[in-house]
């Protein structure tokens, strides 16, 4: 049996279709399916249950033959504010997990993010240091509570008694992709301006309030979901391999050519006016992410990642443009 945490969510609901493709049909889902339509990026797949976090170690304590763990559910706002609720889902939920795989020799793979590092003053290199990773500076709640799980996972992985057999922490950057409709806001900014892209309207698009980035020139490391997804089974299978890594393209690219890209995928001329910012999240806000992959690479993984133009027109055309746009 493999564990997937948030296994009904955005990331987590497109590894357990990347599982089933492979043949794996013993999959536990651990999420919260409320009534938001979560439960939709799973009406395609086969499962062997779906438990809610805080009934999933006792269901793990009494099953057997768990092969991994993949722990992709979170608080991933980033503009939550409850600070006790944040921690005590993103940090003690998992350390309790960590400790559960280190007990049984279960290989542990988990969701870390690109937003430990702040606003990249210190680059976006994930230095396999710990003092390189205590040195960030998160600028948001759920940046900080990832940030601290890696400092654990730092800390317990310098002693085999003390940590799985294989673990890895796994940076995501701005992953895009289907599946990701319930998350309102937090979704990426393809699924966002899509209404508008379809409608032949212009898309809207933060001013930038920085004299050296133009507006719609902010960068970041937009990455696919299908290639995010192919990193975590490359883990799978490769069981000798832990440490944290950054998973993006390597590549930055601007708002405005993510943005012209859907309208390009549909045959449209590109269609953009700008809009002053929250005040509330200047203060918090990116201007520029970019991962170095290089630890990754060395660590041996091969596989190319999706040109973003590619990747766009893959996620318009073949979903968001589908009468089902579910994966």
């Known amino acids: 049996m493999i564990v997937v945490t948030g296994g009904a969510g955005f990331i987590g609901s497109n590894l357990v279709a990347a599982l089933n493709a492979r043949g794996e049909r013993e999959i536990l889902v651990c999420d919260r399916l409320r009534s938001d339509g979560k439960w939709r990026n799973l009406r395609k797949r086969?499962?062997?249950?779906?438990?809610?976090?805080?009934?999933?170690?006792?269901?793990m304590e009494a099953g057997s033959g768990i092969r991994a763990v993949f722990h992709l559910g979170a608080i991933s706002s980033t503009?939550?504010?409850d600070g006790?609720?944040?921690?005590?889902?993103n940090f003690r939920f998992s350390h309790a997990l960590w400790d559960?795989?280190?007990?049984?020799?279960?290989?542990?793979?988990?969701?870390?993010?690109?937003?430990?590092?702040?606003?990249?003053?210190?680059?976006?290199?994930?230095?396999?240091?710990?003092?390189?990773?205590a040195a960030l500076r998160p600028l948001n709640l759920y940046g900080w509570s990832k940030?601290?799980?890696?400092?654990?996972?730092?800390?317990?992985?310098?002693?085999?008694?003390?940590?799985?057999?294989?673990?890895?922490?796994?940076?995501?950057?701005?992953?895009?992709?289907?599946?990701?409709?319930?998350?309102?806001?937090?979704?990426?900014?393809?699924?966002?301006?899509?209404?508008?892209?379809?409608?032949?309207?212009?898309?809207?698009?933060?001013?930038?309030?920085?004299?050296?980035?133009?507006?719609?020139?902010?960068?970041?490391d937009f990455v696919w979901v299908g290639d995010v997804v192919a990193v975590m089974l490359w883990l799978l299978d490769n069981p000798g391999v832990s440490g944290i890594f950054n998973v993006g393209t390597g590549q930055a690219?601007?708002?405005?050519?993510?943005?012209?890209?859907?309208?390009?995928?549909?045959?449209r001329e590109p269609a953009i006016t700008f809009v002053d910012?929250?005040?509330?999240?200047?203060?918090?806000?990116?201007?520029?992410?970019?991962?170095?992959?290089?630890?990754?690479?060395?660590?041996?993984?091969?596989?190319?990642f999706t040109p973003l133009?590619?990747?766009v027109g893959t996620y318009v055309r073949d979903f968001l443009a589908a009468e089902n746009r579910y994966r």
């Open 84 to 89: 006790d609720l944040v921690f005590e889902t």
């Open 147 to 220: 940030q601290q799980f890696d400092l654990l996972a730092l800390r317990r992985a310098e002693h085999q008694a003390t940590r799985p057999p294989q673990w890895a922490g796994l940076k995501f950057f701005n992953v895009f992709g289907p599946n990701e409709y319930h998350k309102g806001a937090m979704q990426s900014l393809v699924a966002k301006v899509w209404p508008d892209v379809d409608a032949g309207r212009p898309a809207r698009l933060f001013r930038s309030h920085r004299p050296d980035y133009a507006d719609g020139g902010q960068l970041r």
């Open 253 to 267: 690219r601007s708002f405005e050519a993510l943005v012209s890209a859907a309208y390009r995928a549909v045959g």
């Open 309 to 311: 133009e590619d990747a």
């Open 100 to 133: 559960w795989c280190t007990r049984t020799r279960t290989p542990f793979i988990y969701a870390s993010s690109a937003a430990t590092y702040g606003g990249g003053e210190l680059g976006f290199d994930d230095d396999p240091a710990f003092e390189a990773h």
């Open 46 to 59: 086969v499962l062997a249950d779906v438990v809610a976090p805080e009934a999933l170690l006792a269901h």
């Open 277 to 304: 910012m929250p005040q509330e999240i200047r203060g918090q806000y990116q201007y520029f992410t970019q991962a170095r992959m290089e630890r990754l690479r060395a660590a041996g993984y091969a596989e190319p």
């Open 79 to 81: 503009t939550a504010t």
